[in-house]
């Protein structure tokens, strides 16, 4: 991670049901998640509605693949106890803060998001000319928005959804968090922190918004939070009021780059199914040894007393994930003298994989053989995952004229 995350931060991210999970995810997504689960609020969901922006021609896996995916980051070791687990649709709070949010977003935020003209000539043969493709990002935005995350742990083609993200909270919140005598309630709720509280936050106020004193901001910030007898609505008052705008009612997220663990594929390239060149979590011992097996290595090794370059063979970045240096310095002696064969060569890799995946594997088949188990997790998800969608919502409503 870049970012560096207090304790006990909320965290939310998503990822879209297109099929089963593979090492990539596995390396790239799943392990940070993983490891984010233990320090943090985490909500981690099936982002089904964004599967159908591209794929709503052809819904009829859908399901299929929502329950594998569930199952797949329950087998990596995605903890119900600690994470909360859900699926997008289920919570329909999102689609209504999505309309919402549409109401006051600009066509052109949504037109310059690199992604929208990128994947559209990306995906070529589907018209996604369509209004659901346009608001792919707005709805992610509520995606995030719904549960005041602090931060989204993504990847480096997402940093300009998470930026959308931002920008709406904050228009959102210039527009509808300056309530009718926000001075006035901001001073009351100064004065019901008591006397000591109160001058000390008057003075880091005075010290941030006159000198810029960060350290300031973060004091004041901490003591608004800390304060046990003041409503959320205070609360909110207070930080806006901190930072010179009105009432924050959406938080802006951070985006929390995930380190580029580019986990490569069978043919060097990224891992990707749109490459064909995954390991899924789900493939076979025998699978993940054929496939090994068949990679391409350096083409210079035609003949096994053929020497080669390391840095020119697929292989190679493999070894580079799973190997110490011992065995890497193994590889790199061996290829350039041809003192070992490829084969000789990729037989760590496969006993690496195997050991990775075993117990996955072993712990999916569990999974898969109580279905019921596993649609109860996804329905307390939901339903925890409601309660907070609920609360931002009815604020949302009641800033914007609805009742
Ligand atoms: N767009 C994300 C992706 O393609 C998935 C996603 C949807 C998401 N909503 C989100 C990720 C909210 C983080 C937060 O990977
Ligand atoms: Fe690749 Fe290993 Fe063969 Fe060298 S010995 S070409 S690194 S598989």
């Not at 949504?110 to 792919?136: C, H, M, W």
């Amino acid at each position: 991670m870049t970012t560096t995350l207090e304790p006990g931060s909320r965290i939310l991210s998503g990822m879209r049901p297109t099929g089963r999970i593979h090492l990539g995810h596995y390396h790239g997504v799943l392990k940070n998640w993983i490891n984010l689960q233990h320090e943090h609020e985490c909500f981690f969901f099936v982002a089904d509605w964004h599967a159908l922006t591209t794929h709503y021609e052809d819904p009829r896996d859908l399901q299929t693949h929502i329950r594998e995916m569930v199952v797949d980051w329950l087998a990596a070791g995605i903890d119900p106890g600690r994470a909360c687990l859900f699926v997008q649709s289920q919570v329909p709070e999102h689609a209504e803060l999505h309309l919402l949010l549409s109401m006051m977003t600009p066509n052109g935020w949504l037109e310059r998001v690199p992604s929208y003209k990128d994947q559209q000539a990306k995906l070529k043969e589907k018209d996604l000319s369509t209004y659901g493709f346009l608001g792919y990002p707005l709805l992610q935005s509520a995606d995030i928005l719904l549960y005041k995350a602090d931060a989204v742990p993504v990847g480096e083609d997402q940093v300009a959804h998470v930026e959308l993200t931002r920008e709406v909270a904050r228009r959102f919140n210039f527009l509808y968090g300056r309530e009718p005598g926000f001075e006035e309630k901001a001073e009351a709720a100064v004065d019901k922190m008591g006397k000591k509280n109160a001058k000390l936050y008057r003075n880091q106020r005075k010290a941030w918004q006159e000198q810029g004193d960060e350290g300031a901001l973060d004091i004041a910030k901490a003591l608004v939070e800390n304060q046990q007898n003041l409503t959320l609505a205070d609360k909110d008052r207070l930080l806006g009021y901190l930072e010179g705008g009105g009432r924050i009612i959406l938080v802006e997220p951070e985006a929390a780059l995930t380190e580029a663990a580019k986990m490569p594929g069978l043919d060097g390239q990224k891992m990707s199914k749109s490459y064909g060149n995954t390991i899924s979590l789900r493939d076979t011992t025998e699978e993940v040894e054929q496939k090994v097996r068949r990679m391409p290595t350096d083409p210079a090794r035609v003949r096994r007393d053929d020497p080669g370059t390391p840095e020119k063979c697929p292989v190679w970045e493999l070894h580079k994930v799973y190997s110490d240096e011992e065995r890497q310095e193994w590889v790199q002696k061996g290829c350039t003298s041809a003192g070992i064969g490829c084969i000789d060569c990729k037989m760590p890799v496969i006993e690496a994989m195997e050991k990775e995946l075993a117990p996955m594997r072993q712990r999916a088949q569990e999974f898969d053989a109580q279905p019921d188990l596993v649609q109860s997790i996804i329905e307390e998800g939901n339903e925890r995952a409601r309660e907070q969608a609920r609360d931002t919502l009815r604020e949302v409503r009641a800033v914007m004229g609805l009742v």
